[in-house]
């Protein structure tokens, strides 16, 4: 899995939780999410990676928390953390990406930047029985060329 895809993937729990971060710390965003290969597709290009788990931990007004494992076509793991405010404003991600996230009404958006201007920009939402969450993204590259790509998670 490239470094942006994995961003990509990983910004898709990120706007989780930040949208958790919206409503009482029951939240439907927070807990176990497992990526449904089957319904997501990934941008031209890209590997598939073999499995990807997150677990979201913290998800309130004022800060998020989540960790996301991704087994890769390697079947080598990768783990990644994100610790936060929920304000809106760019924050690390990794080494040189950087990710911003937005709440409106029950739409969750994220935005990533990556080190040679790439972007990725990301809405969620949540299934009315809230078992199943849908990230559609656009990816841009460095030369305005853009791809669609569409995560789906299942509870776990």
């Known amino acids: 899995?490239?470094?942006?895809?994995?961003?990509?993937?990983?910004?898709?729990f990120c706007v989780v939780l930040a949208a958790s971060s919206a409503w009482a710390e029951d939240s439907p965003f927070v807990?176990?999410?497992h990526w449904n290969r089957a319904?997501?597709?990934?941008?031209?290009?890209?590997?598939v990676?073999?499995?990807?788990?997150?677990?979201?931990s913290r998800a309130d007004s004022t800060h998020l928390k989540?960790?996301?494992t991704v087994l890769d076509s390697q079947s080598q793991s990768n783990v990644e953390?994100?610790?936060a405010p929920a304000n809106g404003e760019f924050y690390p991600v990794s080494s040189d990406?950087?990710?911003?996230?937005?709440?409106?009404?029950?739409?969750?958006?994220?935005?990533?930047?990556?080190?040679s201007g790439q972007t990725d920009d990301l809405t969620c939402t949540?299934?009315?029985?809230?078992?199943k969450m849908t990230c559609r993204g656009v990816l841009s590259d460095e030369k305005g060329r853009t791809a669609n790509y569409a995560d789906v998670y299942d509870r776990m």
């Open 1 to 12: 899995m490239s470094a942006l895809r994995a961003t990509k993937v990983v910004m898709g």
């Open 31 to 33: 807990g176990r999410w």
């Open 39 to 47: 319904q997501s597709t990934m941008p031209p290009g890209e590997p």
């Open 49 to 56: 990676p073999n499995d990807v788990t997150a677990e979201i």
């Open 66 to 68: 989540w960790s996301l």
């Open 81 to 83: 953390t994100f610790d």
């Open 97 to 115: 990406t950087t990710a911003a996230f937005r709440l409106t009404g029950s739409t969750l958006q994220a935005t990533f930047k990556g080190p």
């Open 126 to 131: 949540i299934a009315g029985d809230q078992k």
